[in-house]
């Protein structure tokens, strides 16, 4: 059955299509700010709602997991390896649509985030070496000498630093609306 890039008539059982179809039209119409945009919300330790933005980079209808990378190093990391259960919202106001995603996720296989990290910018690449995410900084001069030495030592082919990588986020309950 091919999907519409509105809601059908008859709504399925899974929504992942309408999901899939909506989330390319909004790339295609490059849709602002950004039409990967998904704010994640994962939880503190002791409980605390904490919630960002991050980039959805796929949408796999089967066998139905979205796709995002991160700094493993990051507060949001360590939230998700202390507790994997996330929620996640794309909303697309232009459009009239968001997507509501609650589910777990797990690490992408290493492969996956080679090629998605060599697939980057060279700047963003030095810069996930760089950066000490979610750690105070004294000043901007610190930060582009970190970028400084690590150009230095990786050059124009930097590999995937062991902390930084990709998850697969696993909805178990999916609304589109």
Not at 99 to 108: A, I, Y
Request: aromatic share 8%.
């Amino acid at each position: 059955m091919p999907h519409s890039a509105t809601l059908p008539t008859k709504l399925p059982q899974d929504p992942m299509p309408v999901f899939e179809d909506w989330y390319r039209a909004a790339r295609e119409q490059k849709v602002q700010p950004n039409p990967d945009s998904m704010v994640l919300a994962s939880a503190t330790p002791d409980g605390l709602p904490a919630a960002r933005v991050v980039l959805c980079k796929k949408v796999i209808v089967a066998p139905g997991y979205v796709v995002f990378f991160t700094n493993y190093d990051s507060r949001k990391g360590h939230e998700l390896a202390a507790n994997p259960r996330v929620a996640g919202v794309l909303h697309w106001d232009s459009m009239s649509r968001q997507v509501r995603l609650e589910g777990r996720v797990v690490h992408c296989p290493p492969e996956e985030s080679d090629a998605y990290f060599s697939s980057r910018a060279i700047d963003s690449r030095i810069g996930a070496w760089a950066s000490l995410q979610s750690q105070p900084l004294d000043s901007r001069a610190t930060l582009l000498k970190r970028v400084a030495i690590e150009a230095a030592r990786h050059g124009t082919a930097p590999t995937r630093p062991p902390h930084w990588g990709g998850y697969h986020f696993w909805p178990s309950r999916r609304t589109v609306v």
